[in-house]
């Protein structure tokens, strides 16, 4: 399988956000095609990751079922990707209702598990699971932490090979690793998110309370860049000390910094990564952090080129 212990193959990635992990695939204007997965793969990426809404799409009690027009679209979507040699990262995304109650949701969370090791165990090695997107707000690093084995556990009955990715508590903050247990289990690849600095990736974002002030906001002087180095290398010297792989499970800057900073930020932020031996997974393909414009049917050059150019971080 894809996967071998202290390293893993994960590589370059990108999100498919905003499509499966929309309350329904196109409320957020953006549906998958097969063609984006050719997108993906022509432009040199390893990975996609599929964000997926599961809560939305299942029974409210016990079994929890969940539909089955989503699981014939998650089943279409992660062929598409493996028939072309990508991995693909399939988590759980926007489960608002978990972070609110953790115990009371908790019974949900697991049903959802089971239901998805048992229908992809016997799938290739390059499926991935996430367990969770961000977990926060009541989802606290002591929740989180009694979570994690329970719902491992759950995999781990129906497909004890499956490489799993867990992020810390706090959105899958780097300042929350150090809070963050990991279970006894040699399939697991920790996972952070990275937008570093908030006033610069999320201005104008209109789901920031407040990130209209921060328009305007500019980075990349050396004081800027070393923040970066030194997040990225606190981050990846923590994983190295538990001998876990590091996958940056989401990084992107949003559309308001302007094509020319967010091209500066994303070369700099994916050349650190690398350079730290990190995989990665860009947010987000085709929408509002988007690399790709789907109206125009073509890649936004100077992020797919930040994205998997050639780097030089100097020009950057
Ligand atoms: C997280 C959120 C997603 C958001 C992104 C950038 O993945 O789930 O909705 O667009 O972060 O803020």
Same mark, same amino acid.
């Given at each position: ?20 992990? +929309?309350? @329904? ?5 953006? %549906? *998958? ?5 050719? &997108?993906? /793969?022509? !432009? ?72 998805? +090791?048992? @229908? ?5 090695? %390059? *499926? ?5 997107? &961000?977990? /926060?707000? !009541? ?93 990225? !290398? ?83």
């Amino acid at each position: 399988m894809a996967f071998d212990g202290m390293s893993c193959r994960l590589g370059r990635g990108i999100s498919f956000g905003n499509a499966l992990d +929309a309350p @329904r695939e196109g409320d957020a204007g953006f %549906r *998958l095609h097969e063609r984006y997965f050719a &997108e993906v /793969r022509d !432009a040199g990426f390893d990975t996609v990751r599929l964000p997926v809404r599961w809560s939305a799409h299942a029974g409210g009690s016990s079994p929890y079922t969940i539909s089955p027009a989503l699981f014939e679209r998650v089943d279409w979507a992660i062929g598409e990707a493996l028939r072309r040699d990508l991995n693909i990262v399939l988590n759980v995304h926007h489960y608002d209702e978990l972070n609110d109650a953790p115990r009371g949701q908790r019974p949900r969370f697991l049903g959802l598990w089971r239901q998805i +090791a048992a @229908r992809y165990a016997g799938w290739p090695g %390059r *499926l991935y699971f996430e367990l969770l997107n &961000e977990p /926060r707000g !009541a989802m606290t690093a002591g929740a989180w932490n009694e979570l994690i084995p329970l719902a491992l556990a759950v995999i781990r009955e129906r497909d004890p090979g499956r490489a799993v990715i867990v992020g810390p508590a706090r959105m899958n903050d780097i300042g929350a690793l150090p809070e963050l247990e990991l279970p006894d289990d040699d399939r697991l690849v920790v996972t952070v998110h990275y937008y570093a600095p908030l006033e610069f990736t999320h201005q104008g974002a209109p789901w920031r309370a407040g990130a209209d002030q921060w328009l305007g906001t500019t980075w990349g002087d050396d004081a800027d860049r070393r923040a970066v180095s030194d997040d990225l !290398a606190r981050a990846a010297s923590w994983a190295a000390a538990r001998g876990r792989p590091l996958f940056i499970g989401e990084f992107g800057c949003y559309e308001r910094a302007g094509l020319a900073a967010r091209e500066q930020w994303t070369r700099f932020v994916r050349l650190e990564a690398e350079r730290l031996g990190l995989s990665w997974c860009y947010w987000e393909f085709g929408t509002d952090f988007g690399a790709f414009d789907p109206a125009r049917n073509s890649w936004r050059e100077p992020l797919r080129d930040a994205l998997t150019g050639d780097g030089n971080p100097l020009a950057g």
